[in-house]
């Protein structure tokens, strides 16, 4: 794809964004039922005329397939679609490559993961207590990991977590905040757009050995 799409599918995106977060704000439905499921595939198209890699493509659409799956209200759909999601964090986890991360924050997530999980363990249904403690384990590990490529994709990694987190706490029938599907859509779109952009900025020098460097060009 030519270079000169970029921009229009970034504003897609973003219009797309917008036009989901109006939806699962104030309603009607259809709003969010059609603007979510197109999302990922804008900025898919996006990373794909920056000729970003494919495994931030990849990583892309197993998020359009999460959110469509959880588009569906019941447990099997809602399982499939982390699925899609686990896929996703695999791929950036492949892509960020071994370059060493910093031990402080890789402390401070995994004290997050073992009270998060152990906080809201018994809330969960049975059958979802194992799946979800597995898939925290891994986006605890990409948010971590994110942060070889410096502050956009440390941030999306960061924001990631947390959107997931507030689903989780919903799941398990935690006190919600006031709009808690808005405050989870914009940090979820937040993190995807920060972990592109992360991806595909110019190479940085705390981005060490193996993981991932593209030239820098405009957005």
């Given at each position: 794809?030519?270079?000169?799409?970029?921009?229009?599918?970034?504003?897609?995106?973003?219009?797309?964004?917008?036009?989901d977060l109006v939806g699962v704000l104030t309603g009607p439905d259809w709003l969010h039922?059609?603007?979510?499921?197109?999302?990922?595939?804008?900025?898919?198209?996006?990373?794909?005329?920056?000729?970003?890699?494919?495994?931030?493509?990849?990583?892309?659409?197993?998020?359009?397939?999460?959110?469509?799956?959880?588009?569906?209200?019941?447990?099997?759909?809602?399982?499939?679609?982390?699925?899609?999601?686990?896929?996703?964090?695999?791929?950036?986890?492949?892509?960020?490559?071994?370059?060493?991360?910093?031990?402080?924050?890789?402390?401070?997530?995994?004290?997050?993961?073992?009270?998060?999980?152990?906080?809201?363990?018994?809330?969960?249904?049975?059958?979802?207590?194992?799946?979800?403690?597995?898939?925290?384990?891994?986006?605890?590990?990409?948010?971590?990991?994110?942060?070889?490529?410096?502050?956009?994709?440390?941030?999306?990694?960061?924001?990631?977590?947390?959107?997931?987190?507030?689903?989780?706490?919903?799941?398990?029938?935690?006190?919600?905040?006031?709009?808690?599907?808005?405050?989870?859509?914009?940090?979820?779109?937040?993190?995807?757009?920060?972990?592109?952009?992360?991806?595909?900025?110019?190479?940085?020098?705390?981005?060490?050995?193996?993981?991932?460097?593209?030239?820098?060009?405009?957005?």
């Amino acid at each position: 794809m030519n270079e000169r799409y970029a921009r229009p599918l970034l504003v897609a995106f973003l219009v797309a964004c917008a036009v989901d977060l109006v939806g699962v704000l104030t309603g009607p439905d259809w709003l969010h039922l059609g603007a979510k499921p197109l999302l990922m595939p804008l900025l898919a198209g996006y990373a794909f005329a920056r000729r970003g890699p494919g495994l931030l493509i990849a990583a892309l659409l197993c998020g359009w397939a999460g959110d469509v799956f959880l588009l569906i209200d019941s447990d099997p759909a809602f399982l499939v679609g982390m699925a899609g999601f686990a896929a996703g964090h695999v791929c950036y986890l492949v892509l960020f490559g071994r370059a060493r991360g910093a031990l402080v924050p890789a402390l401070v997530y995994a004290v997050v993961l073992v009270v998060f999980v152990a906080l809201i363990w018994d809330g969960l249904p049975g059958g979802l207590r194992i799946p979800v403690a597995g898939y925290s384990l891994l986006l605890t590990a990409m948010a971590y990991r994110s942060g070889v490529l410096g502050r956009y994709a440390a941030t999306g990694g960061a924001l990631f977590l947390l959107s997931d987190a507030l689903i989780a706490t919903g799941i398990a029938d935690w006190p919600q905040l006031p709009a808690s599907g808005f405050w989870v859509m914009l940090t979820y779109v937040a993190a995807q757009l920060l972990l592109t952009l992360g991806v595909l900025g110019p190479a940085r020098q705390e981005a060490g050995p193996g993981a991932y460097r593209e030239r820098s060009i405009s957005i």
